[in-house]
Nanobody, 124 residues
Framework: EVQLQASGGGLVEPGGSLRLSCAAS????????IGWFRQAPGKEREGVAC????????WYPDSVKGRFTVSRDNAKSTANLQMDRLKPEDTAVYYC?????????????????WGQGTQVTVSS
């Protein structure tokens, strides 16, 4: 059974940092890119970071570029999303999912699998 579980969310003040983790199981982790996306109430799903299967390539939209950093550990089947200089508009539920070439994260494809998300709230 394919499983992806995002964790590490919470409440943080504007300008603060959070580190999200994605634990994966049930599939060959290094066969897939891993994408992070977020969903806020009343807003469309937005891809925020993606890392290629070999970790050599990453992608970020302009809205988070320079503030978010994605990484992965294929030996542990985990991925992380370091989020710095957080803004109130970053408030959302964050998910990790399997991707091919990061096209789903870019919004031009679909994620193969994704799991339960983690709530990130940026507020003073």
């Amino acid at each position: 059974e394919v499983q992806l579980q995002a964790s590490g969310g919470g409440l943080v003040e504007p300008g603060g940092s959070l580190r999200l983790s994605c634990a994966a199981s049930g599939f060959t982790f290094d066969d897939y890119a891993i994408g992070w996306f977020r969903q806020a109430p009343g807003k469309e799903r937005e891809g925020v970071a993606c890392i290629a299967s070999n970790a050599h390539t990453t992608w970020y939209p302009d809205s988070v570029k320079g503030r978010f950093t994605v990484s992965r550990d294929n030996a542990k089947s985990t991925a992380n999303l370091q989020m710095d200089r957080l803004k109130p508009e970053d408030t959302a539920v964050y998910y990790c999912g399997t991707d091919r070439g990061c096209i789903a994260t870019m919004g031009i494809g679909t994620f193969g699998s994704w799991g339960q998300g983690t709530q990130v709230t940026v507020s003073s």
